[in-house]
């Protein structure tokens, strides 16, 4: 008896110890397909958003030029690239044209993007072919959407000042891409049509999620139009609204090609932005340095805005 009390546990020990090495094999066989999955999103990361990201901050502090390309050699200047771009007299320009052109353009793509949401929230005939065609500015290549809107906007031939001149809404052609006056703004108007689908989109997402009951037991009440808009959209709304006005001023900074389509940067530096500047310095004047500097500043200023929409993404999942 006490031989086969003493020889027990050492027999059902035997399993769990021959056990614990296949555990642990599965488990390093688990972490091992989950990294394999990891891998492809982790190179593309490191490849086309870390390497870049660091090659060009360092770049900022270098002489970096076509001389670089032959001689391999890129001395290291400190904060003089950083100095030669703010002390520019460029600098405060593209500053504003950023910020008017950031702001406008946030303004219209959310005040039209808000107020087609509550008009598709209504059920009627076609609805659901005219939201898809709200998305056409999204399907087009923007360089497309820039030809088509440079040939909309052309003082002579353009579509545009055509009707108004035919309406009698203005006494002659307005110069819309060649006048310092108003480029940005026509820059702001065509920007503003690009963004209005995803103001849209997110939007009227938004919408869905509120519940029916809430506008039926406020309409007992006798809050109706505006003030359901006021005291049950909204309300409800602002999370959505929070996250897309973030994402929407991200967008926006970074917009390049529309503007290059259109205008180029000009007349006059007129719509000259962060973005076409350290174009303009990269790849028309290889000052790869200067552009460099005016990229990281561009970036430093969108990474502020990253970090509101994580604060507001947060903040929303917590709610």
């Given amino acids: ?15 769990a110890d021959r056990g614990a090495p296949s555990r642990r094999h599965g488990r390093w ?24 990201v660091v090659k060009n901050v360092l770049m900022g502090f270098q002489d970096y030029s ?24 460029l600098f405060s320009t593209t500053l504003v044209n950023t910020a008017l052109f950031t702001v406008g353009s946030i303004v219209g793509q959310f005040v039209i993007g808000l107020a087609l949401a509550l008009f598709f929230r209504r059920r009627f ?18 360089i497309a959407s820039s030809a088509v809107w440079k040939w909309i906007l052309d003082q002579d031939s353009g579509v545009l000042n055509q009707t108004l001149l035919f309406l009698h809404v203005i006494p002659g052609p307005i110069p ?24 849209v989109t997110i939007l009227y997402s938004g919408l869905q999620d509120i519940p029916g009951e809430l506008y039926e037991a406020a309409s007992l009440d006798g809050a109706t ?29 970074k917009v390049l090609d529309i503007i290059l389509g259109l205008t180029g940067g000009g007349p006059a530096n007129a719509t000259q932005t962060l973005a076409t500047d350290s174009y303009h310095r990269s790849f028309v004047d290889f000052s790869f340095g200067t552009g460099a500097a005016v990229s990281n500043i561009l ?21």
Avoid: C
């Avoid at 006490?2 to 020990?13: D, G, K, R, S």
């Avoid at 819309?176 to 103001?199: E, K, M, R």
């Fill in 225 to 253: 139009g505006w003030k359901a808009f006021w005291y049950i959209t909204w309300p409800n709304l602002r999370s959505v609204v929070s996250v897309v006005l973030v994402l929407g001023v991200v967008y926006t900074l």
């Fill in 176 to 199: 819309w891409l060649s006048s310092p006056d108003v480029a940005l703004v026509a820059v702001i108007i065509v920007n503003i049509w690009l963004g209005i689908p995803f103001n």
């Fill in 66 to 89: 076509t001389r670089t390309f032959f001689t391999g050699e890129a001395p290291w200047v400190g904060l003089s690239n950083y100095v030669t771009v703010v002390t520019g007299s």
């Fill in 29 to 52: 066989r688990e972490h091992a397909v989950q990294w394999l999955f990891l891998a492809p999103a982790i190179v593309y990361v490191v490849l086309f958003f870390a390497y870049p």
């Fill in 299 to 319: 970036i430093v200023i969108s990474l502020l805005f990253s970090l509101v929409y994580l604060w507001v993404s947060r903040r929303t999942v917590d709610e």
């Fill in 125 to 142: 005939p076609l609805g659901g072919v005219l939201r898809s065609l709200l998305l056409m500015p999204w399907l087009l290549p923007l």
């Fill in 1 to 15: 008896m006490t031989t086969a009390q003493l020889t027990a546990p050492e027999a059902n020990a035997l399993p």
